[in-house]
């Protein structure tokens, strides 16, 4: 039984160092033992002298669901912290632990004084874990509740699951795999491309080794297996997209060939002198040339939305950008750069109001967070299935019924006509019609699977542990000398963060991490119109995947710091 805060309070407050590191130990004996599947790396508190697992557990839903505190330490002493923290925190609700006056308490016992430095700094880590295990809680409660009041046409909110990310990483392969410094690697370039887990690389297995024949094509035993997988991963595509109709999903190469399926067969034809085509400074380049290139060719003009000089749009200038000659809006859901997550509804909103058509590049949005494109009004979205644990070679372009009705086809050949004679050809209707000749069948099959792997833990649940490491790491990175990150505060990003560091060359720096085994991104990322707006030729860019732990960030930077003191011994260009 642990003990109430107020008996502590009692006979602990007046004791000396000595007595109280004696009642810390009597304390410690009190709390039950968290069970040995909770004793996982994922579940460490990261800065304590020895070790400590810490895990909450909730009674009730919702904002007003209580937490219990559940933790363990091979220290006894520790223990009797995790005793006084239970006894302070058990029974509240997310808001109140976030409220709550922990300092306090301990100014109250006088622990402060007491305890060894160390030991206050792993005091200071279990309090953070709570509280950000807390926020979690809350942040995920109030999606839930903002998608509802948002619109009726959404899916029904699913609970936000707590991960068991150690469990979750040894599905990975290439993550298990010894590099030739012994050590494992640390990967953080998902925002280039994500790894597999075994079930998709098994997936690509089972169909080659099992029933791979072309699509759409024979009638014999392989071939209707193989159309029934193909067809069966265009319709978990459209769940996950809330797209209402598998009708509505183009399998495409990939986000770049979709976004310039879209400029060409909607946009050209379309367009002439005097027309706008909006977008921003942050695009990818995959975003960014095919309108840019539209517009040279049809005459009309390319606009961007203005950027705040924290690297959102600027919602302020809305009013005056979006005009009647704006004809389409090309933006990204989530800056493969900044990190910034852009505000879809409102675009769309402003869009509406001038009859624009919007097209969203989700390639770093939708492996991320919940998309749903029916309840967001959009055109058009695309995004790649390599980022989204899925294989190279295989996209996805949405569009609503209508605006691929009036798409045109770019590729021509086999599957997409229903009629052809010597004089002319009819085509399919969506999605045949932009499905010509023989598709990245065995990708696409595995990248049905990547989005079945997804959902069955809910990518609320991604979102929330990616939000957790991307706190973490700013946190971290922002307590270095020297160190400039790129795009906004963490209210308005995902899981990306791209930096500089005075004295450090990106591309230097991505060596000497190298040699650590951490892989990061250097250089414009595809963005170079967003560099040159910031002034630099090249940064550093780390980018989560559901894999990445508090571990992966701890590795990222101690190899940073050393790095650093590298490259400053050196006097590397900045
Ligand atoms: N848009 C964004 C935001 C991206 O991050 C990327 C990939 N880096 C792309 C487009 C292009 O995707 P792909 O190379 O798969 O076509």
């Not at 430095?117 to 874990?129: I, K, S, T, Y």
């Not at 990818?284 to 606009?303: D, I, M, R, S, Y």
């Not at 959902?455 to 490491?469: V, Y």
């Not at 414009?524 to 980018?543: D, N, Y």
């Amino acid at each position: 039984m642990v003990s109430a805060l107020s008996e502590i309070f009692e006979e602990f407050a007046d004791l000396d160092r000595e007595d109280q590191s004696r009642f810390l130990l009597e304390l410690g004996d009190e709390i039950p033992e968290l069970p040995a599947e909770h004793r996982t790396e994922v579940n460490r508190v990261h800065g304590c002298q020895s070790q400590v697992w810490l895990i909450t557990e909730t009674t009730g839903a919702g904002d007003s669901a209580k937490f219990r505190i559940l933790a363990d330490s091979d220290s006894n002493i520790v223990r009797g912290l995790i005793a006084i923290l239970q006894a302070a925190y058990n029974d509240q609700t997310a808001a109140e632990i976030l409220r709550y006056d922990i300092d306090g308490v301990f100014r109250q016992l006088h622990l402060q004084q007491h305890i060894s430095p160390q030991r206050r700094n792993g005091l200071r880590g279990m309090v953070e874990r709570i509280r950000s295990l807390a926020e979690r809680h809350a942040v995920s409660v109030t999606r839930a509740v903002d998608r509802d009041s948002q619109t009726r046409s959404e899916r029904p909110s699913q609970p936000v699951r707590t991960l068991d990310i150690g469990q979750i990483r040894s599905q990975f392969p290439v993550l298990q795999r010894s590099l030739p410094c012994g050590r494992l690697p640390v990967y953080l370039d998902s925002g280039a491309s994500a790894q597999k887990p075994r079930v998709v690389i098994e997936k690509e297995r089972e169909v080659e080794e099992q029933y791979f024949a072309n699509a759409h094509r024979g009638t014999y035993q392989f071939g209707l297996r193989i159309d029934e997988e193909f067809e069966g991963a265009r319709s978990a595509v459209a769940r996950f997209l809330n797209a209402g109709s598998a009708d509505n999903i183009v399998f495409t190469p990939g986000t770049t060939i979709g976004l310039n399926m879209i400029a060409s067969g909607w946009g050209r034809g379309r367009l002439g002198p005097g027309d706008e085509i909006l977008t921003t400074v942050m695009e990818h380049h995959a975003n960014f040339v095919p309108w840019q290139q539209l517009a040279l060719e049809t005459g009309a003009t390319l606009k961007l939305i203005p950027l705040t000089a924290d690297g959102r749009l600027d919602q302020g200038q809305f009013e005056q950008v979006f005009t009647e000659r704006t004809r389409i809006v090309a933006v990204t859901a989530m800056s493969n750069m900044l990190g910034t997550i852009t505000p879809i509804r409102e675009i769309v909103r402003h869009a509406r109001a001038v009859g624009a058509c919007v097209v969203v590049d989700g390639a770093q949005s939708v492996p991320h967070f919940a998309t749903d494109v029916i309840a967001d009004d959009v055109d058009f979205l695309v995004f790649s299935g390599h980022k989204i644990y899925g294989p190279t070679g295989i996209g996805v372009l949405y569009g609503k019924p209508e605006r691929l009705e009036e798409m045109r086809p770019i590729h021509f050949g086999g599957h997409m006509i229903s009629q052809v004679s010597v004089e002319k050809s009819q085509w399919s209707a969506a999605p045949a019609k932009f499905e010509a000749g023989t598709m990245p069948i065995v990708q696409a099959i595995a990248l049905g699977e990547a989005i079945r792997w997804v959902e069955s833990m809910g990518i609320e649940a991604f979102h929330a542990h990616e939000q957790l490491l991307t706190r973490e790491l700013y946190r971290r990175l922002q307590g270095l000398e020297g160190m400039q990150i790129f795009g906004p505060g963490l209210e308005h990003r995902g899981g990306i963060i791209s930096f500089r560091m005075a004295g450090m060359h990106p591309e230097d720096l991505a060596a000497l991490l190298d040699q650590h085994g951490v892989f990061t991104r250097h250089g414009h990322h595809c963005t170079m119109p967003l560099h040159t707006w910031l002034g630099v030729s090249a940064t550093t860019r780390v980018s989560f995947g559901i894999y990445n732990t508090q571990d992966d960030i701890e590795a990222f930077v101690n190899a940073l710091t050393q790095a650093e003191r590298v490259l400053r011994r050196r006097g590397s260009a900045s």
